[in-house]
Protein backbone atom coordinates (compact mmCIF):
# COMPACT_ATOMS: atom_id res chain seq x y z
CA UNK A 1 0.00 0.00 0.00
CA UNK A 2 1.13 3.61 -1.01
CA UNK A 3 0.93 5.52 1.83
CA UNK A 4 0.91 9.22 1.29
CA UNK A 5 2.09 12.32 3.97
CA UNK A 6 1.10 15.86 3.49
CA UNK A 7 2.86 19.07 4.92
CA UNK A 8 2.40 20.89 6.61
CA UNK A 9 -0.39 20.07 8.96
CA UNK A 10 -2.10 23.48 8.63
CA UNK A 11 -1.12 26.40 6.59
CA UNK A 12 -2.21 29.92 7.71
CA UNK A 13 -1.67 32.67 4.81
CA UNK A 14 -3.31 36.29 3.85
CA UNK A 15 -5.78 36.81 1.15
CA UNK A 16 -3.06 36.99 -1.78
CA UNK A 17 -0.21 35.08 -0.87
CA UNK A 18 0.63 31.97 -2.25
CA UNK A 19 0.45 28.38 -0.97
CA UNK A 20 2.46 25.37 -1.53
CA UNK A 21 1.20 21.85 -0.48
CA UNK A 22 3.13 18.83 -0.44
CA UNK A 23 2.41 15.30 -1.05
CA UNK A 24 5.08 12.48 -0.55
CA UNK A 25 4.56 9.23 -1.56
CA UNK A 26 5.94 6.15 0.49
CA UNK A 27 7.05 4.77 -3.04
CA UNK A 28 7.07 5.88 -6.86
CA UNK A 29 3.66 7.26 -8.18
CA UNK A 30 3.32 4.99 -11.13
CA UNK A 31 2.74 7.92 -14.31
CA UNK A 32 2.03 10.33 -11.82
CA UNK A 33 -1.24 9.18 -10.95
CA UNK A 34 -1.82 11.64 -8.53
CA UNK A 35 -5.27 13.88 -7.66
CA UNK A 36 -5.98 17.10 -5.22
CA UNK A 37 -9.21 17.72 -3.78
CA UNK A 38 -10.54 20.48 -2.01
CA UNK A 39 -12.97 20.04 0.65
CA UNK A 40 -15.05 22.77 2.70
CA UNK A 41 -16.77 22.22 6.01
CA UNK A 42 -20.06 20.55 5.76
CA UNK A 43 -19.16 19.75 1.87
CA UNK A 44 -18.05 16.53 -0.15
CA UNK A 45 -15.02 16.65 -2.10
CA UNK A 46 -14.49 18.53 -4.94
CA UNK A 47 -11.84 17.54 -7.64
CA UNK A 48 -9.29 19.83 -8.64
CA UNK A 49 -6.09 18.15 -10.31
CA UNK A 50 -5.79 14.62 -11.77
CA UNK A 51 -2.67 13.54 -13.49
CA UNK A 52 -0.60 14.97 -10.84
CA UNK A 53 -1.30 18.63 -13.04
CA UNK A 54 -4.38 18.45 -15.39
CA UNK A 55 -6.99 20.99 -13.69
CA UNK A 56 -10.65 19.32 -13.66
CA UNK A 57 -13.48 21.07 -15.19
CA UNK A 58 -13.82 24.55 -13.97
CA UNK A 59 -10.81 24.78 -11.90
CA UNK A 60 -9.81 28.15 -11.93
CA UNK A 61 -6.48 28.50 -12.78
CA UNK A 62 -4.80 29.91 -9.91
CA UNK A 63 -4.32 25.86 -8.79
CA UNK A 64 -1.60 24.42 -10.14
CA UNK A 65 -0.43 20.63 -9.87
CA UNK A 66 3.48 19.22 -10.23
CA UNK A 67 5.62 16.52 -9.23
CA UNK A 68 6.41 13.17 -10.46
CA UNK A 69 7.65 9.89 -8.79
CA UNK A 70 7.18 10.73 -5.04
CA UNK A 71 6.95 14.34 -4.71
CA UNK A 72 3.71 16.06 -5.61
CA UNK A 73 3.07 20.02 -5.14
CA UNK A 74 -0.12 21.67 -4.61
CA UNK A 75 -0.24 25.53 -5.55
CA UNK A 76 -2.70 28.61 -4.92
CA UNK A 77 -1.03 31.34 -6.40
CA UNK A 78 -3.20 34.30 -5.19
CA UNK A 79 -5.01 32.98 -1.83
CA UNK A 80 -8.77 34.02 -1.69
CA UNK A 81 -10.89 33.98 0.63
CA UNK A 82 -13.30 31.26 -0.44
CA UNK A 83 -9.78 28.83 -0.89
CA UNK A 84 -10.38 28.21 3.34
CA UNK A 85 -10.69 24.54 3.64
CA UNK A 86 -8.84 21.22 3.86
CA UNK A 87 -6.80 19.41 0.42
CA UNK A 88 -6.43 16.31 0.19
CA UNK A 89 -4.04 14.36 -2.09
CA UNK A 90 -4.72 10.96 -3.16
CA UNK A 91 -2.63 8.20 -5.24
CA UNK A 92 -4.58 5.89 -7.98
CA UNK A 93 -1.86 3.81 -9.53
CA UNK A 94 -2.08 1.25 -7.61
CA UNK A 95 -4.08 -0.94 -5.37
CA UNK A 96 -5.81 0.25 -2.68
CA UNK A 97 -6.44 3.73 -3.64
CA UNK A 98 -5.03 6.20 -1.06
CA UNK A 99 -5.62 9.55 0.14
CA UNK A 100 -3.25 12.02 2.23
CA UNK A 101 -3.91 12.91 5.42
CA UNK A 102 -4.74 16.72 4.28
CA UNK A 103 -3.84 20.18 4.71
CA UNK A 104 -5.92 22.68 6.14
CA UNK A 105 -5.70 26.09 4.62
CA UNK A 106 -6.48 28.98 6.90
CA UNK A 107 -7.28 32.95 5.74
CA UNK A 108 -5.29 35.42 8.06
CA UNK B 1 -25.99 17.81 -14.82
CA UNK B 2 -24.18 14.90 -13.24
CA UNK B 3 -25.77 14.02 -9.47
CA UNK B 4 -25.21 11.14 -7.25
CA UNK B 5 -27.69 10.69 -3.78
CA UNK B 6 -27.37 8.62 -1.18
CA UNK B 7 -29.63 6.89 0.71
CA UNK B 8 -30.37 4.24 3.56
CA UNK B 9 -28.14 5.99 6.41
CA UNK B 10 -28.68 5.49 9.85
CA UNK B 11 -27.53 3.95 12.88
CA UNK B 12 -26.68 0.08 14.15
CA UNK B 13 -25.67 -1.90 16.38
CA UNK B 14 -22.40 -3.71 16.12
CA UNK B 15 -22.43 -6.88 14.31
CA UNK B 16 -25.70 -5.17 12.17
CA UNK B 17 -25.96 -5.25 8.94
CA UNK B 18 -27.37 -2.20 6.33
CA UNK B 19 -27.29 -1.57 3.12
CA UNK B 20 -26.54 2.44 1.43
CA UNK B 21 -27.70 2.94 -2.04
CA UNK B 22 -26.65 5.76 -4.58
CA UNK B 23 -29.07 6.89 -7.35
CA UNK B 24 -27.12 8.75 -10.05
CA UNK B 25 -28.18 10.96 -12.85
CA UNK B 26 -26.73 13.34 -15.63
CA UNK B 27 -24.59 10.95 -17.37
CA UNK B 28 -24.51 7.02 -18.53
CA UNK B 29 -24.47 5.31 -15.41
CA UNK B 30 -23.50 1.97 -17.44
CA UNK B 31 -20.46 3.49 -19.49
CA UNK B 32 -17.98 4.25 -15.81
CA UNK B 33 -16.63 2.64 -13.03
CA UNK B 34 -18.65 3.62 -9.64
CA UNK B 35 -17.27 3.64 -6.00
CA UNK B 36 -17.41 4.20 -2.63
CA UNK B 37 -15.40 6.39 -0.70
CA UNK B 38 -16.00 7.16 3.49
CA UNK B 39 -14.89 9.68 5.96
CA UNK B 40 -15.19 8.71 9.89
CA UNK B 41 -16.03 11.90 11.39
CA UNK B 42 -13.29 14.53 11.75
CA UNK B 43 -11.24 12.37 9.97
CA UNK B 44 -9.64 12.12 6.58
CA UNK B 45 -11.08 9.75 3.31
CA UNK B 46 -10.54 6.45 2.43
CA UNK B 47 -11.49 4.59 -0.36
CA UNK B 48 -13.84 1.17 0.35
CA UNK B 49 -14.72 -0.14 -3.26
CA UNK B 50 -15.04 0.21 -6.48
CA UNK B 51 -17.36 -1.84 -9.12
CA UNK B 52 -16.73 -1.96 -12.79
CA UNK B 53 -19.28 -0.92 -15.75
CA UNK B 54 -20.61 -4.40 -16.03
CA UNK B 55 -20.61 -5.39 -12.30
CA UNK B 56 -18.28 -8.20 -12.36
CA UNK B 57 -14.96 -6.82 -11.12
CA UNK B 58 -14.91 -5.77 -7.66
CA UNK B 59 -12.17 -4.31 -5.86
CA UNK B 60 -12.10 -3.25 -2.02
CA UNK B 61 -9.61 -2.42 0.66
CA UNK B 62 -8.83 -4.92 3.18
CA UNK B 63 -10.24 -3.63 5.79
CA UNK B 64 -13.91 -4.64 4.78
CA UNK B 65 -13.15 -7.80 2.34
CA UNK B 66 -15.72 -10.30 3.23
CA UNK B 67 -17.72 -8.21 4.95
CA UNK B 68 -18.97 -5.29 2.26
CA UNK B 69 -20.51 -6.08 -1.27
CA UNK B 70 -20.43 -3.66 -4.07
CA UNK B 71 -23.19 -3.83 -6.38
CA UNK B 72 -25.37 -2.02 -9.14
CA UNK B 73 -27.90 -1.97 -11.40
CA UNK B 74 -27.20 -0.46 -14.59
CA UNK B 75 -31.25 -0.35 -15.66
CA UNK B 76 -31.97 1.69 -12.63
CA UNK B 77 -28.69 3.98 -12.55
CA UNK B 78 -28.18 2.92 -8.97
CA UNK B 79 -25.38 2.19 -6.73
CA UNK B 80 -25.58 -0.14 -3.33
CA UNK B 81 -23.36 -1.29 -0.57
CA UNK B 82 -24.27 -3.98 1.45
CA UNK B 83 -22.61 -3.85 5.32
CA UNK B 84 -22.27 -6.82 7.11
CA UNK B 85 -20.62 -7.56 10.55
CA UNK B 86 -20.48 -3.59 10.87
CA UNK B 87 -18.05 -2.39 13.76
CA UNK B 88 -17.69 0.76 15.49
CA UNK B 89 -14.52 1.50 13.30
CA UNK B 90 -17.25 1.67 10.28
CA UNK B 91 -18.92 4.91 11.59
CA UNK B 92 -18.33 7.26 8.98
CA UNK B 93 -19.99 9.49 5.99
CA UNK B 94 -19.84 7.12 2.96
CA UNK B 95 -19.93 8.85 -0.56
CA UNK B 96 -20.81 7.43 -3.55
CA UNK B 97 -18.08 8.84 -5.90
CA UNK B 98 -17.86 8.24 -10.16
CA UNK B 99 -14.65 6.87 -11.23
CA UNK B 100 -12.23 4.64 -10.08
CA UNK B 101 -9.31 6.21 -10.61
CA UNK B 102 -10.01 9.29 -9.11
CA UNK B 103 -13.50 10.85 -7.92
CA UNK B 104 -14.80 13.34 -10.84
CA UNK B 105 -17.95 13.67 -8.75
CA UNK B 106 -19.69 13.07 -5.42
CA UNK B 107 -22.82 12.12 -3.82
CA UNK B 108 -23.28 14.62 -0.37
CA UNK B 109 -23.07 11.27 1.64
CA UNK B 110 -24.74 8.85 3.36
CA UNK B 111 -24.12 9.05 7.70
CA UNK B 112 -23.44 5.06 8.66
CA UNK B 113 -23.45 5.20 12.35
CA UNK B 114 -22.45 1.74 13.92
CA UNK B 115 -22.77 1.86 18.16
CA UNK B 116 -24.45 -0.09 21.15
Known amino acids: EIVLTQSPGTLSLSPGERASLSCRAS???????LAWYQQKPGQAPRLLIYGASTRATGIPDRFSGSGSGTDFTLTISRLEPEDCAVYYC?????????FGQGTKVEIK | EVQLVESGGGLVQPGGSLRISCAASGFIFSNYWMSWVRQAPGKGLEWVAS????????NYVDSVKGRFTISRDNAQSSLSLQMNSLRVDDTAIYYC?????????WGQGALVTVSS
Open chain 2, 51 to 58: IEKGGYEK
Open chain 1, 90 to 98: QQYGSLPRT
Open chain 1, 27 to 33: QSVTSSN
Open chain 2, 97 to 105: AYGVWFFNY
